[in-house]
Nanobody, 123 residues
Framework: QLQAYGGGLVHTGGSLTLSCAAS????????MAWFRQAPGKERTSVAA????????YYAVSAKGRFTISRDNAKNMVYLQMNSLKLEDTAVYYC??????????????????WGQGTQVTVSS
């Protein structure tokens, strides 16, 4: 089970850190990712991280501003978001799949999903 939290209201240019807590089993064998869905739009990938944390993947929109990380000992995954823009407003979901895949940024690759946390960026 995945639970995402840490969303909230932030002004443009601000920062926010999302957390994803995994319960029920160890997260270490799982590739983890963050996706987001803006109102009226499809869900898109934001970032992904390999099971060991040695590889990270970012959407173009997130590169240079967002950082995905994980702490397998704590069964946690994080998304540090800096320089937030209005267009970052969305519900953010964490997702997991057993074992790493080259299709790290594909929604179809993930089998476990959290409930989402709202991020609202205002001017």
């Amino acid at each position: 089970q995945l639970q995402a939290y840490g969303g909230g209201l932030v002004h443009t240019g601000g920062s926010l850190t999302l957390s994803c807590a995994a319960s029920g089993r160890a997260v270490s064998p799982y590739m983890m990712a963050w996706f987001r869905q803006a109102p009226g739009k499809e869900r898109t990938s934001v970032a992904a991280i390999s099971s060991s944390g040695d590889k990270t993947y970012y959407a173009v929109s997130a590169k240079g501003r967002f950082t995905i990380s994980r702490d397998n000992a704590k069964n946690m995954v994080y998304l540090q978001m800096n320089s937030l823009k209005l267009e970052d407003t969305a519900v953010y979901y964490c997702a997991a799949r057993l074992w790493d895949t080259a299709a790290a940024m594909s929604e179809k690759a993930y089998t476990n999903w959290g409930q989402g946390t709202q991020v609202t960026v205002s001017s």
